[in-house]
């Protein structure tokens, strides 16, 4: 059974940083691209970013480019998500998904986009 479990969320002020982890099991972990994908309330799913399967190729939303860092340990099976200077609008639910995307709308993204999501983190940057 495949499974992603992400951890790491907080409240945390702006400016902030956090790291999320995905824990990743039931399937070869090195053989797939992975992503996280954000959800704040209210709205739709959100493509943060996706790495290759060797971590090699790195892809962001414009909006965290410089901000937020996408790596993984193969040797783990742990997809990372480093954020810094965190800003109000990155308030979400961030959920790891298994595959690779660079979506044309990154704001449009569907369930079906991925074979498999975790149950997603809370992240909360609030003075």
């Known amino acids: 059974e495949v499974q992603l479990v992400e951890s790491g969320g907080d409240l945390v002020q702006p400016g902030g940083s956090l790291r999320l982890s995905c824990a990743a099991s039931?399937?070869?972990?090195?053989?797939?691209?992975m992503s996280w994908v954000r959800q704040a309330a209210g709205k739709g799913l959100e493509w943060v970013g996706s790495i290759g399967y060797n971590g090699q190729n790195k892809y962001y939303l414009e909006s965290v480019k410089g901000r937020f860092t996408i790596s993984r340990d193969n040797a783990k099976n742990t997809l990372y998500l480093q954020m810094n200077s965190l800003k109000t609008e990155d308030t979400a639910v961030y959920y790891c998904a298994r595959g690779m995307l660079i979506p044309a709308k990154p704001d449009a993204v569907e369930l079906g986009d991925f074979s498999s999501w975790g149950q997603g983190t809370q992240v909360t940057v609030s003075s």
């Open positions: 039931g399937f070869k972990f090195d053989d797939y691209g």
